[in-house]
């Protein structure tokens, strides 16, 4: 039981690997802002490509 409770300890106040974890969730959250940027990038763009098309097209849309 006490090697049971000094194992438990040690690996409570282990931090090998820790900053490893925090690199990752720092890439994570860089990643994740990319998308969301670049995504609202890309939807805006879309828009001002449709308002262009239809201002060219004479405001009429067009046939299918």
């Known amino acids: 039981m006490r090697s049971a409770?000094?194992?438990f300890?040690?690996?409570l106040t282990d931090e090998q690997g820790l900053e490893t974890v925090?690199?990752?969730v720092i890439a994570g959250?860089?990643?994740?802002g990319a998308i969301v940027t670049i995504?609202?990038?890309g939807a805006w763009v879309l828009v001002k490509f449709e308002a262009l098309e239809t201002a060219l097209?004479?405001?009429a849309a067009p046939a299918p």
């Not at 959250?29 to 994740?32: D, G, H, K, N, T």
């Open 5 to 7: 409770c000094s194992l």
């Open 39 to 41: 995504a609202s990038i």
């Open 57 to 59: 097209s004479g405001g």
């Open 29 to 32: 959250l860089i990643v994740a």
């Open 22 to 24: 925090e690199y990752a």
């Open 9 to 11: 300890k040690k690996f």
